[in-house]
């Protein structure tokens, strides 16, 4: 039966979610179940009391959470949507006390890190963890740039372990479909390596282009001609340090795989240009307009 | 007194523009003049028929050149605006038959190249070359990609030669006002430098990318879960592979320095995250981010 032809009012109303981290991923999670009428209550934890407070002021949250360990025995479902490098002491911290129908889930754009992390903590309650990467990064982040529409239409890859029941699956793909996100699954490992070269890799060759003439002396003079061609480069240079340092470093060996496949990249195309070898140059260029034209995201 | 205190058309009316390439830049040249009543003719050369015919269709042209000598002999002004690989040989046919009155500009996206043709083959005539370039470029190309607003509030650079007189320098820099365009100038190496720095060498960079996912036997697994990072990140590999050679290779010298530069900066990157150095990435990374952040394009 398509998710379409349900109401989603008669089919999954969860008396209770608690978000760690009411940012553009969590805040915007709450914001869509509210609307899909999918939830009673949503609690939210962070490091910020101004965010909290930003998150309480619109809309996102019912209650600003104080006594964690009785929030997290009775929630029917946990969102981690921190940045990647905080969740290890999250679950840490919330796994003696977690409910026997508890299920989790996360937001977390690495997944290799977060399922070791899960496993680290977790134990036999493991398979209560059902690993999300929702697609739908922006360079704006914080509670004031939440969605309610942010994940419609929008790609989240599960990674579920080996632990997690077909019920638990099913459930939290459930909760992103009813954000309006089509849900897919791959292994933590291909996520990872996916993700390396399509996102990662892409992040850390902008900040790098920006890097290089921030630090220059002219550099008001050459981004005064820059144009549209660099604005797009480097739209993703704007995004999170802190984000983008912690995804880096989650996502370490992959990331280094890709980088070394691209230096050699560049390398060929530095072997090509001192040359001034035309036919090499048109080469990789033509295949790589050819693809890029054939291509739009999903 | 500010141009637009002016009416264009009591003041500039050129009997007969030719025009060497009529697609995205020469056509909206074209196109710009013609709304702004400077020009009683348009005549267009180029490489394919089926270009000249569509330019004709699109109200571009007024007619397809046949004798170039005699057109360039009474022309008013000529514009260059094909392939700069292509400018030293119609420079070289021209230049003989060329009007003491006749100027020329050009549209070149490199202009040490440019003006070097123009050195080598107009001989005592160079004075009449203004060369240009209107920072207008797009991805896409040919005759229906040009508008008459292509230029409105673009930045056109030109890099006058000693040669050029005064009066010249003014009116090419009034032909592109009238066009829309906000005029400044550099000389022909700052002009080089700048535009490696923050055109060629993402361009460059946004090509090596696609070429790398592109030569994978998963390539189609990766780009199904690219999103509007990649997106933006990539448009500029989906630009002519022709043009981007030749401006590659006539940008030959600076983009090397550029290029060696940006392989340094990986290599930094590659070496903090081998040592999982989450500081030095996350400063790399805020520098870059606040610079993006306080940056919008002219």
């Known amino acids: 039966m398509p998710l379409n032809?349900?109401?989603?009012?008669?089919?999954?109303?969860l008396n209770k979610i608690v978000i760690y981290g009411v940012g553009l991923i969590g805040g915007s999670f709450a914001l869509a179940l509210r609307r899909a009428g999918a939830v009673r209550e949503i609690v939210g934890f962070g490091r910020s009391r101004a965010t909290l407070e930003d998150a309480m002021s619109l809309?996102?949250?019912?209650?600003?959470?104080?006594?964690?360990?009785?929030?997290?025995?009775?929630?029917d479902l946990i969102l981690l949507a921190t940045p990647v490098a905080q969740m290890s002491a999250i679950l840490s911290r919330i796994a003696p006390h977690l409910g026997a129908n508890t299920l989790l889930t996360d937001g977390g754009s690495t997944k290799g890190d977060v399922v070791a992390a899960a496993y680290a903590n977790l134990?036999?309650?493991?398979?209560?963890?059902v690993p999300a990467h929702p697609i739908a990064g922006a360079e704006k982040s914080g509670a004031s740039a939440a969605l309610a529409e942010l994940y419609q239409?929008?790609?989240?890859?599960?990674?579920?372990l080996p632990e997690n029941s077909d019920a638990a699956v099913a459930s939290v793909r459930l909760f992103w479909e009813l954000c309006g996100a089509a849900v897919c699954e791959l292994t933590p490992a291909q996520h990872d390596e996916v993700f390396a070269a399509v996102s990662h890799l892409p992040h850390l060759l902008s900040f790098a282009l920006v890097h290089d003439i921030a630090q220059r002396d002219d550099r008001d003079?050459?981004?005064?001609?820059?144009?549209?061609?660099?604005?797009?480069?480097?739209?993703?240079?704007?995004?999170?340090?802190?984000?983008?340092?912690?995804?880096?470093?989650?996502?370490?060996?992959?990331?280094?795989?890709e980088l070394g496949r691209y230096q050699r990249e560049l390398e060929t195309l530095h072997t090509a240009l001192v040359a001034a070898d035309a036919a090499k140059l048109e080469e990789i260029f033509s295949l790589a307009c050819s693809v890029r034209s054939g291509w739009a995201p999903k």
Chains 1, 2 share one sequence.
Do not use: H
């Not at 239409?153 to 579920?160: A, I, M, Q």
């Not at 549209?228 to 370490?252: H, K, V």
């Open 123 to 129: 134990g036999d309650k493991v398979g209560q963890f």
């Open 59 to 75: 809309g996102i949250l019912d209650r600003i959470g104080a006594d964690e360990a009785a929030e997290v025995a009775d929630a």
């Open 153 to 160: 239409g929008k790609r989240v890859v599960l990674t579920p």
């Open 221 to 257: 003079l050459l981004l005064s001609f820059a144009a549209s061609g660099f604005r797009d480069f480097t739209r993703i240079a704007a995004s999170s340090p802190e984000m983008w340092r912690d995804i880096c470093l989650a996502n370490r060996e992959a990331l280094l795989g």
């Open 5 to 13: 032809a349900l109401n989603p009012r008669s089919m999954v109303e």
